[in-house]
């Protein structure tokens, strides 16, 4: 009787997995499908992005790994920036491109949950961590700190984006809305076209805590460091203004090609939960969904191209380039020029409205008053 009732509550639980699995495999079959080229197409980009961000992020990965001098407090957050971009790599859309072989999805409700899950998750700790080095960005150029190297605060900041993350991710899983099918049937997110009340507030405010508000967060940090380097750039004119400008350079263009990945998946999502039923076709929010799977390569492209130390360690890891050369020209620590911003820090010979706080300018400004005024220079 005992192994009855036990066999019989397992024969239940079967029962309703299939259910499940049948469930959403009926909800696939109502959208519309990709031709079978569509899904040789889809198959080739995704593994496309697949191989290729795993293979940039790995890289990113064995620089940090070999050459210490990379192991700064502002390239610990590229470096959780990479790791969640390889995990999404590996978990994720390996997922995905083995469904778009199949031209379906393959692995139930369990295995779309896992999938939306994780890659929403890994895509939120990427956004946090580029609004945290924006602020980093923002706040070592523009305040003047004599400390030395801080580790304590970015492991604080990564730990919390992953915190954060999981605050926003968790709760579809424990019926919070829920994940589900998108686009042409072989991958999953959030369920964004479940029309009730529970489901909208919570698409809601992950738009707004998730995607707006730390958009509006790098757009501040953003457009004060354009002001700052601006005014800096009165004062110092030559390799300081540069690398400046190269710096930033470099971290806008980090956000910006975020933000065109994500944005255009972001507006389809908002359309398909508020706008009018089959607004979206499922075809066509295959598009956006590609862009933001690759950033993923985007993003360690970005790290070693334009960021002169990851470049030059690069070329010493795949024996472009002699080691001693790289000692001779990266061991140098490298100056900060800091920025006080609405501040008037010379003599009355001198009026001006940034501060450039290195030893150079501090010895302008105290000789200002006998010295004629010039321009400062590394």
């Known amino acids: 009787m005992d192994s009855r009732m036990v066999f019989g509550q397992a024969g239940l639980n079967h029962s309703f997995n299939l259910s499940d699995d049948r469930e959403l495999l009926d909800t696939s079959a109502g959208r519309a499908k990709l031709s079978p080229t569509g899904f040789v197409v889809l198959s080739v980009m995704l593994g496309f992005i697949m191989t290729f961000g795993f293979v940039n992020n790995l890289v990113v990965l064995l620089l940090f790994c070999k050459f210490k001098k990379l192991r700064t407090p502002v390239n610990m957050l590229l470096l959780n920036i990479s790791v969640s971009d390889m995990l999404v790599c590996l978990f994720g859309t390996t997922l995905s491109f083995a ?38 960005r923002y706040s070592t150029l523009t305040v003047y700190n004599k400390a030395g190297p801080d580790y304590r605060k970015p492991l604080l900041a990564i730990g919390g984006s992953w915190l954060y993350s999981l605050f926003w991710t968790v709760p579809p899983l424990l019926g919070w809305s829920s994940y589900g099918i998108e686009g042409a049937g072989t991958s999953c997110s959030v369920s964004w076209t479940v029309q009730t009340a529970q489901s909208h507030a919570y698409i809601i405010c992950l738009f707004t805590f998730c995607l707006g508000l730390p958009m509006l967060v790098m757009i501040y940090c953003y457009s004060r460091l354009l002001l700052a380097v601006k005014q800096v750039g009165r004062i110092r004119k030559t390799a300081a203004r540069r690398r400046e400008y190269h710096i930033l350079f470099m971290v806008l263009t980090t956000a910006a090609c975020y933000m065109l990945c994500w944005m255009p998946y972001g507006v389809v999502a908002m359309m398909a939960t508020f706008g009018p039923p089959n607004i979206i076709s499922p075809v066509a929010s295959v598009v956006p969904s590609l862009l933001a799977k690759s950033s993923t390569v985007i993003n360690p492209l970005i790290y070693i191209l334009m960021n002169k130390q990851f470049y030059r360690c690069f070329l010493i890891l795949f024996h472009c380039k002699h080691w001693s050369a790289e000692n001779h020209n990266t061991s140098m620590p490298s100056k900060t020029t800091v920025i006080h911003l609405n501040r008037r820090v010379c003599s009355n010979t001198l009026p001006c409205t940034a501060q450039a706080s290195t030893d150079a300018a501090n010895h302008f400004c105290s000789t200002s008053a006998t010295k004629p005024s010039g321009p400062t220079t590394d």
Do not use: A, H, P
């Open 99 to 136: 469904s778009s072989l199949r031209g379906k999805w393959l692995l139930g409700r369990s295995g779309c949950s896992w999938y939306g899950f994780i890659n929403s998750c890994f895509g939120i700790v990427s956004l946090i961590s580029l609004v945290i080095l924006s602020y980093d």
